[in-house]
């Protein structure tokens, strides 16, 4: 049966970023879902960051405020908005930052967006936001944490803080069946992950597993790393028959794949096309092969003109009713992939590696950013000493 699902091609929006901290120029055009690699300390989270700023300056600046935070100077509130320590990143003069033909400065910031949110932000470290099985609220955060990290924070606190808080997963409202599958299969294995009183009586978020009730510092690192963002997620999943929020246009995922088996980090990537389906726009940074090898594949699939079907097969899910749509759709996405690579001054240029090329003459595309240039050492060393021990 034909699906009447196909989506409509998003416009693609630029993000520039130039002479801020060590990002000298960092030029992004942002598709469906866009990836972004490069090393440790190359600044993804920064340019990420960068991207809710340009697009929900209002709200942010409405929430520092709130907590009694602000006080004009654009030193303090770079400081506020990507943590102590960076208030000298912004070089006024130097540095110049625009989200299309929209010019950001720290002067700007609140007249930006409606004071809604427009992009969720689900950060790296989340695990860390957790304390002693509950979220801290915005206000308990100190300038210290940046200001996305705060918000996701507080999304987590009011979440577990809900009436109906109770099981969060699996729930059957929230997620399609072959997703709360896929997820069970390859992070919680049968647990059931809700919020419970402890002996003191206090709620605190924990994973059943027949007659035991565990605290979340005994979970492993990939159910304390998932966790956070699959709640957070559910922000973007409403229990009606709405697809999306009417708000929020974007999503940006960092490093998704922390602590996790590439089973997981497969369901994860499975969750981002649902995101897609519902009509969301995706930016995710990673350090995972697995993130790269999916764009590559659905670019592929695009080029061959593949089925529906074969997405779901890449992903070992069943190509029921409910999947026909995402899978189709994924079919129609734009996907990009931008490298932040350091020059030999210490400065930080991106570069598009979109093509995934591995026969490209230039190293940022055939080695995927770097991301698969070890795996060819170690193959060619294996290759030179079967060559020499058979010469």
Same mark, same amino acid.
């Not at 299309?100 to 910031?109: I, N, S, Y």
């Not at 809900?162 to 997703?179: I, Q, Y």
């Not at 206090?202 to 994973?207: F, G, H, P, Q, W």
């Given at each position: 049966?034909?699906?009447?699902?196909?989506?409509?091609?998003?416009?693609?929006?630029?993000?520039?970023?130039?002479?801020?901290?060590?990002?000298?120029?960092?030029?992004?055009?942002?598709?469906?879902?866009?990836?972004?690699?490069?090393?440790?300390?190359?600044?993804?989270?920064?340019?990420?960051?960068?991207?809710?700023?340009?697009?929900?300056?209002?709200?942010?600046?409405?929430?520092?405020?709130?907590?009694?935070?602000?006080?004009?100077?654009?030193?303090?509130?770079?400081?506020?908005?990507?943590?102590?320590?960076?208030?000298?990143?912004?070089?006024?003069?130097?540095?110049?930052?625009?989200?299309?033909?929209?010019?950001?400065?720290?002067?700007?910031?609140?007249?930006?967006?409606?004071?809604?949110?427009?992009?969720?932000?689900?950060? /790296?470290? @989340?695990?860390? &936001?957790?304390?002693?099985?509950?979220?801290? #609220? *915005?206000?308990?955060? !100190? %300038?210290?944490?940046?200001?996305?990290?705060?918000?996701?924070?507080?999304?987590?606190?009011?979440?577990?803080?809900?009436?109906?808080?109770?099981?969060?997963?699996?729930?059957?409202?929230?997620?399609?069946?072959?997703?709360?599958?896929?997820?069970?299969?390859?992070?919680?294995?049968?647990?059931?992950?809700?919020?419970?009183?402890?002996?003191?009586? /206090?709620? @605190?978020?924990? &994973?059943?597993?027949?007659?035991?009730?565990? #605290? *979340?510092?005994?979970? !492993? %690192?990939?159910?304390?790393?998932?966790?956070?963002?699959?709640?957070?997620?559910?922000?973007?999943?409403?229990?009606?028959?709405?697809?999306?929020?009417?708000?929020?246009?974007?999503?940006?995922?960092?490093?998704?794949?922390?602590?996790?088996?590439?089973?997981?980090?497969?369901?994860?990537?499975?969750?981002?096309?649902?995101?897609?389906?519902?009509?969301?726009?995706?930016?995710?940074?990673?350090?995972?092969?697995?993130?790269?090898?999916?764009?590559?594949?659905?670019?592929?699939?695009?080029?061959?003109?593949?089925?529906?079907?074969?997405?779901?097969?890449?992903?070992?899910?069943?190509?029921?009713?409910?999947?026909?749509?995402?899978?189709?759709?994924?079919?129609?996405?734009?996907?990009?992939?931008?490298?932040?690579?350091?020059?030999?001054?210490?400065?930080?240029?991106?570069?598009?590696?979109?093509?995934?090329?591995?026969?490209?003459?230039?190293?940022?595309?055939?080695?995927?950013?770097?991301?698969?240039?070890?795996?060819?050492?170690?193959?060619?060393?294996?290759?030179?000493?079967?060559?020499?021990?058979?010469?």
């Amino acid at each position: 049966m034909a699906s009447n699902t196909r989506s409509r091609k998003s416009k693609p929006v630029t993000l520039n970023i130039r002479n801020f901290a060590h990002l000298a120029e960092v030029s992004l055009t942002l598709g469906d879902l866009t990836v972004l690699v490069g090393p440790q300390g190359a600044g993804k989270s920064l340019a990420l960051q960068w991207l809710k700023v340009a697009m929900d300056g209002r709200q942010l600046v409405e929430a520092l405020r709130a907590a009694g935070h602000l006080n004009g100077r654009a030193d303090v509130l770079m400081d506020l908005i990507f943590g102590t320590g960076m208030g000298l990143a912004w070089r006024e003069g130097e540095t110049e930052v625009t989200l299309g033909a929209r010019k950001v400065t720290p002067k700007t910031l609140g007249r930006i967006g409606n004071g809604r949110e427009s992009l969720f932000y689900v950060p /790296a470290h @989340r695990s860390m &936001l957790i304390s002693d099985g509950w979220a801290a #609220p *915005f206000q308990k955060l !100190t %300038a210290d944490t940046p200001v996305v990290a705060r918000i996701f924070s507080q999304n987590l606190f009011d979440r577990f803080s809900s009436k109906d808080a109770g099981t969060l997963f699996p729930v059957e409202k929230r997620l399609k069946k072959a997703l709360r599958d896929k997820i069970d299969d390859a992070v919680f294995h049968g647990g059931k992950v809700g919020i419970e009183e402890d002996s003191q009586h /206090a709620r @605190r978020l924990r &994973l059943v597993h027949g007659d035991m009730h565990l #605290p *979340f510092m005994t979970w !492993t %690192a990939g159910q304390r790393e998932f966790t956070p963002l699959l709640l957070g997620l559910y922000h973007l999943l409403p229990p009606t028959s709405l697809r999306k929020r009417a708000e929020t246009d974007w999503v940006v995922l960092e490093e998704p794949e922390m602590g996790l088996h590439p089973q997981a980090i497969t369901a994860v990537l499975l969750l981002v096309l649902d995101l897609l389906w519902r009509g969301y726009r995706v930016a995710v940074s990673t350090h995972s092969p697995h993130v790269l090898t999916m764009l590559w594949m659905m670019n592929r699939l695009k080029e061959h003109g593949a089925s529906w079907q074969l997405v779901c097969e890449a992903f070992d899910v069943n190509p029921t009713q409910q999947m026909h749509p995402v899978a189709e759709s994924a079919l129609t996405k734009d996907y990009r992939a931008y490298l932040l690579e350091f020059d030999d001054a210490g400065k930080v240029h991106s570069k598009e590696i979109s093509a995934l090329d591995p026969s490209s003459e230039d190293e940022g595309v055939s080695g995927w950013g770097g991301l698969t240039e070890y795996s060819s050492r170690f193959g060619d060393a294996v290759r030179t000493a079967v060559n020499e021990d058979e010469a």
